[in-house]
């Protein structure tokens, strides 16, 4: 495996392992170099949303990288506010990002409108204008209730995973319907990077702790998006092809798990 892995969709799309996520990186001139500079270190996946305000830097970074369009993987959802329109919405997000279509769109949070969304987003695939959907923050309770009315499967659910949020539940759960799941706040946010546990792991490997908890969610079987807005921790974070972690190791990072949430708990959304 290197960066230009994939995992296929079920609609067979191939979506590189590594994106980089783009929460919190500022519009303007952070967020294009850093998507620059990811785009230099070999990424082909940015991770961006209507909600994030970045939408317009990634789409110029995009543009300045000069890398062909079909090369590229990019993600953008669907906002919880916009779901009185989400056609407009989604148009809107292609303007911002200078693009004709994406290849992934998400509904980004379970909000009660949901299904009726989901409706419009097959529509807007079947159209062309986004090669595969999907949803975000969804339990199995959620995809569920999806599943019983949609037409087109939804391909992924970008939800938190990281040891410390060890969901095998629902990473069994979406294996089994053939859904990608793709690992958000990797990095728990930076909450337990220094984390003693870890640091042992990591120094058994020659590696950094964010490498580790990278590399679990690749042979955990996930995608997964590291953000960051520097140079030298953007190409770190793609530095995760060299070594493999033990079957034992894994386990043992598997028991981290402690349902560390650094972001939203869906648990309870109706
Ligand atoms: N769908 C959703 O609802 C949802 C929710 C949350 C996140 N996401 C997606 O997932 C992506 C990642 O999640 P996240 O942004 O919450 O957090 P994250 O990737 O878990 O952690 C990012 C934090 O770690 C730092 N960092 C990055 N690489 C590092 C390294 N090698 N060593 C030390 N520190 C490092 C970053 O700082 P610097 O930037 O300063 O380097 C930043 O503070 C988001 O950007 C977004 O694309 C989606």
């Given at each position: 495996m290197n960066m230009n892995s994939t995992m296929k969709l079920n609609n067979g799309v191939e979506m590189p392992i590594i994106g980089l996520g783009t929460w919190k990186?500022?519009?303007g001139k952070t967020a294009e170099q850093a998507v620059l500079w990811a785009l230099e270190a070999g990424y082909r996946h940015i991770d961006t949303a209507a909600i994030y305000g970045n939408e317009a830097s990634v789409g110029r970074a995009i543009k300045k990288s000069g890398i062909p369009r079909n090369e590229l993987f990019i993600t953008t959802k669907l906002w919880n506010?916009?779901?009185?329109d989400p056609e407009r919405a989604f148009n809107d997000s292609l303007g911002r990002l200078g693009l004709?279509?994406?290849d992934l769109y998400l509904i980004h949070f379970p909000v009660p409108e949901r299904n009726e969304s989901w409706r419009v987003l097959e529509k807007l695939h079947i159209q062309k204008r986004c090669r595969a959907i999907g949803v975000s923050n969804f339990t199995i309770r959620h995809l569920e209730q999806l599943l019983k009315t949609a037409k087109v499967a939804p391909a992924a659910n970008q939800v938190e995973f990281h040891p410390y949020l060890y969901q095998k539940e629902l990473l069994d759960y979406c294996k089994e319907k053939g859904i990608a799941v793709e690992a958000y706040s990797p990095l728990t946010h930076k909450v337990k990077l220094n984390d003693k546990k870890l640091a042992g792991v990591a120094a058994s490997y020659g590696k950094s702790p964010a490498q580790i908890l990278i590399r679990w969610c690749v042979q955990r079987g996930m995608a997964v998006l590291p953000k960051s807005v520097h140079k030298e921790r953007i190409s770190e974070n793609a530095d995760v092809f060299d070594f493999e972690i033990s079957e034992k190791d894994m386990g043992l990072l598997d028991g981290f798990n402690e349902g560390l949430r650094t972001c939203w708990d869906p648990t309870d959304a109706p």
């Amino acid at each position: 495996m290197n960066m230009n892995s994939t995992m296929k969709l079920n609609n067979g799309v191939e979506m590189p392992i590594i994106g980089l996520g783009t929460w919190k990186m500022p519009d303007g001139k952070t967020a294009e170099q850093a998507v620059l500079w990811a785009l230099e270190a070999g990424y082909r996946h940015i991770d961006t949303a209507a909600i994030y305000g970045n939408e317009a830097s990634v789409g110029r970074a995009i543009k300045k990288s000069g890398i062909p369009r079909n090369e590229l993987f990019i993600t953008t959802k669907l906002w919880n506010e916009n779901h009185d329109d989400p056609e407009r919405a989604f148009n809107d997000s292609l303007g911002r990002l200078g693009l004709d279509y994406v290849d992934l769109y998400l509904i980004h949070f379970p909000v009660p409108e949901r299904n009726e969304s989901w409706r419009v987003l097959e529509k807007l695939h079947i159209q062309k204008r986004c090669r595969a959907i999907g949803v975000s923050n969804f339990t199995i309770r959620h995809l569920e209730q999806l599943l019983k009315t949609a037409k087109v499967a939804p391909a992924a659910n970008q939800v938190e995973f990281h040891p410390y949020l060890y969901q095998k539940e629902l990473l069994d759960y979406c294996k089994e319907k053939g859904i990608a799941v793709e690992a958000y706040s990797p990095l728990t946010h930076k909450v337990k990077l220094n984390d003693k546990k870890l640091a042992g792991v990591a120094a058994s490997y020659g590696k950094s702790p964010a490498q580790i908890l990278i590399r679990w969610c690749v042979q955990r079987g996930m995608a997964v998006l590291p953000k960051s807005v520097h140079k030298e921790r953007i190409s770190e974070n793609a530095d995760v092809f060299d070594f493999e972690i033990s079957e034992k190791d894994m386990g043992l990072l598997d028991g981290f798990n402690e349902g560390l949430r650094t972001c939203w708990d869906p648990t309870d959304a109706p």
